[in-house]
């Protein structure tokens, strides 16, 4: 038999915990400064709706969480002032469990206009410093709006969830998926969010290797920019960087003087390495090399270690291996290197990237020089990395490489070997 469960209300909460603690009405009334007779009152449920002043008087000496208290009074609260004044206390406490509740019972409560009560809660949302309270009140907002066919909130919504994950390192596959959704409604996006968004979308495309994707995007985005701007060279970087890794050198050529003829700082300083490694790209290494080594020496810091891995990639593919060594052992005094990225700005995607790659080539030129061990210490090294912004692919493709090591030297894989890869494997399972 299935028990009839009933709801809870405050004067239950107040009269039980009162009973519990053994204290009287009227030494209640004395701790707090509240009447017995309201009391009583909120007790017997003659007053369902007790003022909040009251309720937080009652709320310490009664060891009630104010958790507790709220979520039963808005159950039975409708007046969207008092809902809004706990809205803004539970966003004081970074309670996420209540804001969410008080949000959805705002927000149902019906008094007012939809889209003035979506408005409302949209505000907070802007207003918020705190991540956790912008996506819990994004998506209040945004699942609402879907259920109702208030389509300018619910993209309103999914764009301010966007925004914040699109700063996780973690969450790069997940936010670009909640960011394709957004593309179907750029409409209803006002024109600085939508050319926010689209370059975004597109440096985000082109770190996780969506470079159809980054193209597509970088090129919607400079459509609805009619302004002069930074943001929009390194859309156009992007975009050419992404021709480079499609393979396809007649468009990023192409696409390189278009964007010199309109005078991108961006793509004229970086046209001639684009050219240099495009030669390296297509084998013609003789010429490649000494003009890698070159950039490499004229690149700025942050440039530097992508520079460095397109050479080291170069070297290896000629087995250049005193060459490697030199580069190498000057690289260990790189800050790149020295110091690993503590930031969690997108950028930073690209230089762990960068920095998984650069020990993916030092791990193979251990090998080639015998240091076996220190090229399979160094393989997980780079997966390291690649596991900070949850690459999985780059994971298997560097694991792929220690089994071929051992293939390749005609060794047995040791069983510590399998299980640091398994505890690796768990660890990128769990985080997705």
């Known amino acids: 038999m299935i028990e009839n469960l009933t709801y809870k209300t405050i004067g239950d909460i107040f009269r039980e915990k009162r009973s519990k603690l053994d204290i009287s009405l009227s030494e209640l009334a004395r701790l707090t400064g509240v009447s017995k007779s309201v009391i009583f009152k909120i007790e017997s449920g003659d007053t369902k709706r007790p003022e909040l002043s009251t309720v937080k ?168 920019d009619e302004t002069e701007n930074e943001e929009k060279e390194r859309v156009a970087l992007a975009i050419c960087n992404s021709f480079f890794h499609l393979n396809n050198y007649s468009e990023l050529e192409q696409h390189l003087q278009e964007y010199e003829s309109l005078g991108y700082r961006f793509i004229i300083n970086g046209a001639k390495y684009l050219r240099t490694i495009t030669l390296s790209k297509m084998g013609e290494y003789e010429e490649a090399i000494p003009l890698l080594k070159q950039l490499v020496e004229e690149s700025r810091e942050n440039q530097r270690l992508h520079r460095v891995n397109q050479l080291l990639e170069a070297l290896v593919a000629v087995n250049d291996l005193s060459s490697l060594k030199e580069i190498l052992d000057k690289e260990e005094e790189n800050t790149f290197i020295k110091t690993p990225y503590k930031h969690t700005e997108l950028g930073n995607y690209y230089q762990y990237t960068e920095l998984g790659h650069y020990y993916k080539y030092k791990a193979r030129y251990l090998v080639a020089i015998g240091q076996f061990d220190d090229g399979i210490n160094t393989c997980f090294k780079a997966m390291d990395y690649f596991a900070k912004i949850n690459s999985v692919n780059r994971i298997i493709e560097t694991s792929n490489y220690i089994f071929s090591f051992y293939c390749e030297e005609g060794r047995e894989m040791p069983l510590t070997i399998l299980k640091k890869l398994k505890e690796l494997y768990n660890t990128i399972k769990e985080s997705n």
Do not use: W
């Open 57 to 224: 008087a009652l709320i310490a000496p009664l060891e009630i969480t104010y958790e507790e208290v709220i979520t039963c009074y808005i159950e039975v609260e409708n007046r969207t002032d008092v809902l809004l004044e706990f809205l803004s206390e539970a966003i004081d406490a970074h309670n996420i469990t209540l804001i969410e509740n008080i949000a959805n019972k705002y927000i149902e409560s019906c008094r007012e206009d939809t889209y003035t009560q979506l408005e409302t809660l949209y505000n907070f949302v802007i207003a918020s410093t705190d991540d956790n309270v912008k996506v819990t009140l994004a998506n209040v907002i945004s699942k609402y709006s879907r259920q109702h066919g208030v389509l300018p909130y619910m993209v309103k919504g999914l764009y301010q969830s966007y925004m914040v994950q699109y700063r996780d390192l973690k969450l790069q596959e997940e936010s670009f998926r909640l960011g394709e959704e957004i593309i179907n409604y750029l409409d209803f996006l006002d024109k600085t969010d939508k050319i926010s968004f689209l370059y975004r979308m597109a440096f985000q495309a082109h770190n996780i290797g969506k470079y159809e994707m980054c193209i597509k995007l970088g090129k919607m985005g400079h459509l609805e």
